[in-house]
Every structure is written in structure tokens, then in C-alpha cells.
């Protein structure tokens, strides 16, 4: 069967679904190029045109994974509601018990940006939009008489501190009940009592 042409950037969509696929599969250090052709029944020479290098191929998936992420966040903070019920509503998204893409992804991707610059800037600058989002509902929420809250960036930090903790814990030892991770009931409380 002949494989249909698809223009450029539809093919470099098609090249990051797969990586995201693998890295999640195999984590960063393991997973190849060759993983990533072969996912698609590809030549490992049509990676490297659109990427060049492997570490441009995760640092790509890793932004285009986080972009899709952010485009919900900011459908979940863009609602006509309470700043306190978004906050709640992007809480309980992002925490571990929602449907944010797979923590074991992030956690692989904040381990190879220790030691990959490239990977390292695109998890700075995506991690920067996250807690400005954050910061800008909380600043919302004092503006509205909703909560108080002093510091509204400070506030996203020690969230967004929380949450990520919480998830790494929890992906790397487990949930010690079936269905009920510690977390969950702390994001059901109200994230302005975070602030």
C-alpha cells in the first residue's frame, strides 16, 4: 500500500504524535529515532530531515505535548465562571488524578533537561506559561473580592510546586489505593487556600 503524501507540516505532526507515543512507551534516554520511523513505517532519513537530531525530535514532541496542555489550560481558565471554580476546574486537570497527557512523559522530560540544553530551554519556557496562566486567574480571583492572596505568582509557584511533587511521587511509587490517590482530596479543596 502506498503511503499518502502529506505536506510538510502535517508530516512534522505526524512525526511528534510518534515520538510523544515513544517517549512515553520507553522514556527519553531509551527511545531512537528508529523507534520513531518505525512507529510510522517511515525511513529513519525522514526523521532526521524534519529533526536532524534526536534531541531536537524530543525537545519538539516534549513543546508540542506541553502546547496541546496549555491550549486546554487556557480553555479552562477562558470559561465564564468564578476565577476560584476555573482554578479549581485547571486543578483538577492538571493534577494527577485528571486527564493532563501521561506525568510519566513530564517526569522523563524534566530528567533529560538536566542534561540536555535544548530540552531544558523548551521546559523553562513552557513551565514559565503554566504559572503565568496560574497567576494571572489568582490575580483575577483578588481583583474579585473571591479570596485574598498577596502574592499571586508566588501563589502559581507553591501550586504548580505542589501538584508536580505530588505527581512524581505518585507515578514513581504508586497510588496506595486502588482509585484513590492522596492527592485527589487536596485538589478538591479550594485552591485559593493554596495561596
Known amino acids: 500500500m502506498a503511503r499518502v503524501r502529506l505536506s510538510v507540516r502535517e508530516r512534522r505532526e505526524e512525526l511528534l504524535g510518534a515520538a510523544i507515543e515513544q517517549i512515553a512507551a520507553r522514556g527519553v534516554a531509551a527511545v531512537r529515532i528508529s523507534d520513531v520511523a518505525s512507529a510510522l513505517g517511515v525511513s529513519n532519513a525522514l526523521v532526521l530531515y524534519h529533526f536532524s537530531t534526536k534531541e531536537k525530535l524530543v525537545a519538539a514532541a516534549f513543546a508540542q505535548a506541553a502546547q496541546d496542555d496549555l491550549a486546554r489550560l487556557r480553555t479552562l481558565l477562558g470559561r465564564r465562571t468564578s476565577a476560584v471554580r476555573r482554578l479549581r476546574a485547571a486543578v483538577r486537570w492538571y493534577a ?14 524534566w530528567a533529560a533537561a538536566l542534561r540536555e540544553p535544548v530540552l531544558r530551554e523548551v521546559a523553562r519556557d513552557l513551565d514559565e506559561q503554566w504559572k503565568a496562566a496560574l497567576t494571572e486567574v489568582i490575580a483575577e480571583g483578588v481583583a474579585a473580592g473571591e479570596f485574598p492572596c498577596p502574592d499571586p505568582a508566588g501563589a502559581a509557584l507553591r501550586l504548580t510546586a ?9 507515578t514513581a511509587y504508586g497510588a496506595p489505593s486502588p482509585g484513590r490517590a492522596p492527592g485527589s482530596g487536596w485538589t478538591r479543596r479550594s485552591p485559593a487556600n493554596w495561596a
Open 96 to 109: 494527577l488524578t485528571g486527564q493532563a497527557k501521561g506525568w510519566r512523559l513530564w517526569i522523563e522530560g
Open 162 to 170: 505542589l501538584l508536580d511533587g505530588l505527581a512524581v511521587q505518585l
